[in-house]
């Protein structure tokens, strides 16, 4: 499915992966960013990166730590893709490729 743009030109309107992906992608290159940040680069609201957080965390993918008046999350890189067809794949599979080995801030 393409959208037209303002400009005239065509563009994708879907991606390959879920904003579940893309919130732990953010999330592993920055483990202490904000849910406002993650909700303005991947494009969705700041309550549906809440609502994907919750999710993650409830599945195992994430864990979430106070620390002061922030937040610090840890991404679970040995957990297991939840499809069949990538289940011998990890999470942390997925953050080496789109991360392409970069380190994580600190």
């Known amino acids: 499915m393409l959208a037209q ?6 563009t994708a309107t879907w ?4 904003n579940h992906a893309y919130v732990l992608i953010c999330i592993a290159a920055d483990p202490e960013t904000r849910m406002r940040d993650v909700a303005g680069r991947i494009g969705i609201t ?11 965390e409830e599945a195992g993918f994430l864990t979430v730590t106070r620390v002061g008046r922030r937040n610090r999350y840890e ?7 939840r499809h069949p067809i990538a289940g011998q794949r990890t ?3 997925l953050i080496d ?5 970069k380190p994580k801030k600190r």
């Open 46 to 56: 700041e309550r549906a990166v809440q609502r994907i957080v919750a999710e993650l």
């Open 5 to 10: 743009s303002n400009n005239g030109s065509t």
């Open 15 to 18: 991606t390959f992966l879920s």
């Open 91 to 93: 999470i942390a599979d």
């Open 75 to 81: 991404v679970n890189g040995d957990m297991p893709f």
């Open 97 to 101: 490729l789109a991360l392409g080995g």
